[in-house]
């Protein structure tokens, strides 16, 4: 399984970037699907995450300013990000958790990471 992530890029702060990921290769189910980020000098965190059932959970900082969204049928998870701020640069890194057989347990599974840099 391969996850190909998008969208990153240079923006001024109050603009939009919209990040798509894309997985490829043997699918069974698809579980949780999340983005994560990382800025230079600090551990990677939870920006977003969608469970199967729908349930979603955001980081208190980005909370009002972004929306995740799933597309199971094309294997595909979106981070819409609004009213960027400085403090939003960081690499971001999509996550799925996915079962690759039926009756074997779910495995998660990390794409390459997109550049999100906001000026301010």
């Known amino acids: 399984v391969q996850l190909q992530a998008s969208g990153g890029g240079l923006v001024q702060a109050g603009g939009s970037l919209r990040l798509s990921c894309a997985a490829s290769g043997t699918i069974f189910g698809i579980y949780a699907m999340g983005w994560y980020r990382q800025a230079p000098g600090k551990q990677r965190e939870l920006v977003a995450s969608?469970?199967?059932?729908?349930?979603?959970n955001y980081a208190d900082s980005v909370k009002g300013r972004v929306t995740i969204s799933r597309d199971n049928a094309k294997k595909m998870v979106y981070l819409q990000m609004n009213s960027l701020e400085p403090e939003d640069t960081a690499i971001y890194y999509c996550?799925?958790?996915?079962?690759?057989?039926?009756?074997?347990?779910?495995?998660?599974?990390w794409g390459q990471g997109t550049q999100v840099t906001v000026s301010s």
């Open positions: 996550n799925m958790v996915v079962s690759t057989e039926l009756g074997k347990g779910p495995i998660g599974y």
């Open positions: 969608i469970a199967s059932g729908g349930s979603i």
